[in-house]
């Protein structure tokens, strides 16, 4: 489907993230119905951190500051599933993803269930600009001096997850050299 199809079915899910029915997308955000999000930390192998400035035509947070790879689960799939897929579909890169956390549903990351990843990766990214305006490797103590400078930069659902990274410092600063 289109990146910004209102269509797109998704799974609804309670408190608990239990799925309760689904609905569309167009739908999901205009109720703010809780649902289910992936985001993945890209570092390369200087433990830099990707982050995407998200296209004008974004539904949601258009123009800002975004993790290197996110999106929505469709309905049916799981989080592993759909971090593989965003990074590929978002940024051209197939790579093993780690696992770190997930975040319960609020407004702080827009009613989404959200599970982070990681992987490092010296692969070029390519990305479709219709979803992505540009990208760029920054160091993680730049990220938290720009999100400190200008919060509004910043996608919620990211600073809500930097926040987390960053009080969780060893999991920023233990990257391995060599790739995974």
Known sequence: MAAQDPGELFDVVDEDDRVIGQA???EVHARGLLHRA?????????????????????????????SSAS????????????????????????????????????????????????????????????????????PPEDVARMIADEPGAF??????LFRWAHHFSTILLTIPLTLL
Not at 40 to 60: C, I, P
Not at 105 to 110: C, G, I, M, R
């Open 24 to 26: 569309t997308r167009a």
């Open 38 to 66: 992936v985001h993945v930390f890209l570092f390369n192998s200087t433990g830099e951190l990707l982050l995407q400035r998200r296209s004008a035509w974004k539904d949601e947070f258009p123009l800002c500051w975004t």
């Open 71 to 138: 999106g929505h689960l469709d309905a049916g799939e799981d989080y592993a599933a759909a971090a593989v897929r965003e990074l590929r579909e978002e940024l051209g890169i197939t790579a093993e993803l780690e696992f770190l956390t997930k975040l319960p549903a609020s407004p702080e990351t827009a009613n989404e269930h959200t599970a982070l990843f990681r992987t490092v990766s010296d692969e070029r990214p390519v990305f479709p600009l219709e979803e992505i305006e540009s990208v760029a490797f920054f």
């Open 155 to 160: 996608s919620p659902p990211f600073r809500e």
